[in-house]
Structure formats: C-alpha cells, structure tokens
Nanobody, 120 residues
C-alpha cells in the first residue's frame, strides 16, 4: 500500500506565502515524477508544477516566478512554495506522484487535497 499525505494549506491574505508538503509512504521501491495540481470551484483540474526524479522542473505560466517546486528524495516528499499569492490561486491543491511500488508495480497516486484560500 502507498499513501500520500498533504499538509500546509490554509487561509492567507493576498501577497502572502504558503508552503505545501506531500509525503509518500508505504511499500515504495522508487519515486519517479512528482507534481502539484489544483482545482478551483467550477474549473477543471490544472497542472501547477512538476519535478522529475533528477530535479528538472516545469512550472505553469500562471504561477511562474511566484511558485517553486522541490523534492526531498530521502523523505519521499515534494514541496510547493507559493509566494506572492493572489485570490485567483484559491483552489484545492493535489499532489500527484508516479511511484513504483514493491507490490503492484508502477502507478500514479493522488493526495487527498488541501485547501488554499487567498483573501483580497
């Protein structure tokens, strides 16, 4: 069994910062790409940022220059540092991780989601 646990969401004023974390645990052989997505009310889920196993990153244009994705391979954890937050960043944020499990093989796993609310 593999589990992803997210933390770090909350309510913040515009211009503020938050740091999201997503820790993978369980019967893991290796972790490949890790990513953050978000879904705002009434909108489709969108990719915010992703990071490969060797540290290469991809950031959505809407958050480029404000958000940074990083990972700690020793802790099986991916982070999303969000600075200069805007009301339009309000959404539920989900981590998504490509994991090769010791049992069951390779698959994509999703976190439970964490709410980020930015007030104007």
């Amino acid at each position: 069994q593999v589990q992803l646990v997210e933390s770090g969401g909350g309510l913040v004023q515009a211009g503020g910062s938050l740091r999201l974390s997503c820790a993978a645990s369980g019967s893991i052989f290796s972790i490949n790409a890790m990513a953050w997505h978000r879904q705002a009310p009434g909108k489709q889920r969108e990719l915010v940022a992703d990071i490969t196993s060797d540290g290469s990153t991809n950031i959505a244009d809407s958050v480029k220059g404000r958000f940074t994705i990083s990972r700690d391979n020793a802790k099986n954890t991916v982070y999303l540092q969000m600075n200069t937050l805007k009301p339009e960043d309000t959404a539920v944020y989900y981590c998504n991780v490509d994991i090769s499990a010791r049992v069951g093989g390779r698959g994509l796993y999703w976190g439970q989601g964490t709410q980020v609310t930015v007030s104007s």
